[in-house]
């Protein structure tokens, strides 16, 4: 079994920073692109960033400049930076990730975390 366990979440006043981490974990063979998204309420969950294994990375314009994506291969891990937070930053974050298991080794499939909250106080 593969999976993703998201940590990091919280409350913070606008302004400040937050870290989320999500680690794979499992029968791992090899872990292509990674993602964070969110979803506020009532709204539809919506893409954040991407990283691919090489490191090259894309950002939502909303959170541009603001957020920074990274992973270590060698921990299977994924981070989110999140600095300058705004309130419309609220919601629960998901990492996702293309990932081939011991047991299907060319086969990527998407794989979610079970979302972390982040909640942002004016």
């Known amino acids: 079994q593969v999976q993703l366990v998201e940590s990091g979440g919280g409350l913070v006043q606008a302004g400040g920073s937050l870290r989320l981490s999500c680690a794979a974990s499992?029968?791992?063979?090899?872990?292509?692109?990674m993602a964070w998204y969110r979803q506020a309420p009532g709204k539809q969950r919506e893409l954040v960033a991407t990283?691919?294994?090489?490191?090259?990375?894309n950002y939502a314009d909303s959170v541009k400049g603001r957020f920074s994506i990274v992973r270590d291969n060698a921990k299977n891990t994924v981070y989110l930076q999140m600095n300058s937070l705004k309130p419309e930053d609220t919601a629960v974050y998901y990492c996702?990730?293309?990932?081939?298991?011991?047991?299907?080794?060319?086969?990527?499939?998407?794989?979610w975390g079970q979302g972390t909250l982040v909640t942002v106080s004016s």
């Open positions: 996702n990730g293309k990932i081939a298991s011991v047991a299907d080794r060319y086969r990527y499939l998407s794989r």
């Open positions: 499992g029968s791992i063979f090899s872990i292509n692109d």
């Open positions: 990283i691919t294994y090489g490191g090259t990375t």
